[in-house]
């Protein structure tokens, strides 16, 4: 089987591993790339999927299984006076380079978890940002060496409770690693201190609040917005 060598392994090592399965099992002869699906219907004479694509192709097939998610497509979040935000606004979905981040204080809140873990290596080393602020709940309090010794940070700072102030205290630019639901909690008093934030959470990738309380009931119960 394919060596993997962490335990929570960096995008380079998961492209490798999809590259192995790719070439182990031969995947190239069974795929068409570049090709958007715009039509699947199910013809039920001939218990066949019909498929149409954006090129004017067309397949048949036994099977037809859609892994395109939710969020295939970026959306920009509806925030109340996002509009007058003097800032810069970014998308993760739909990055620029060349964007000025010189000197940038950042902070990851949900730090310990995957997603955080993974912002942590990304920037490890990077030379314009700085890890200045690290947020938890569960892990405030605690020493960074404590939580995960197989990632050192400089200095082995102490996970803090994410308060809005103190954030925007430390912190010119914010990464939310948090379950759905919790960061919209968070997003706006942020905004509203002049933080530059990327989510990584579902809570803003819906055009409709209702989408998104019907796909996350649990937590809109938990976490009521208008």
Do not use: M
Not at 30 to 57: G, P, Y
Not at 84 to 91: A, D, I, N, P
Not at 146 to 169: N, R, W
């Amino acid at each position: 089987g394919f060596a993997w060598t962490k335990a929570y392994p960096s995008h380079a090592e998961i492209l490798e591993y999809i590259r192995w399965v790719f070439a182990k099992y031969n995947l190239g002869r069974h795929l068409v790339l570049n090709a958007r699906v715009t039509e699947a219907a199910f013809d039920e004479a001939a218990a066949r999927w019909r498929l149409k694509t954006a090129e004017v192709r067309q397949f048949d097939s036994t099977f037809f299984v859609s892994a395109v998610g939710i969020f295939n497509e970026p959306i920009t979040p509806s925030i109340a006076g996002l509009e007058e935000f003097k800032g810069e606004v970014l998308h993760s979905a739909r990055w620029r380079d060349g964007v000025d981040l010189t000197a940038k204080r950042v902070a990851v809140i949900g730090a310990s978890g995957y997603g955080g873990l993974q912002t942590l290596r990304l920037l490890q080393g990077h030379p314009s940002l700085e890890v200045s602020f690290l947020g938890g709940e569960r892990s405030s309090g605690k020493r960074w060496s404590e939580l995960t010794p197989f990632l050192p940070l400089p200095g082995d700072p102490v996970v803090q409770s994410p308060d809005p102030e103190a954030i925007a205290a430390a912190a010119d630019l914010a990464v939310l690693s948090l379950p759905n639901g919790l960061a919209s909690t968070l997003v706006p008093p942020l905004l509203e201190r002049g933080v530059k934030v990327v989510d990584l959470s579902a809570d803003y990738r819906y055009s409709s609040l209702e989408h998104w309380k019907e796909v996350y009931a649990s937590e809109a119960r938990s976490f009521p917005r208008t």
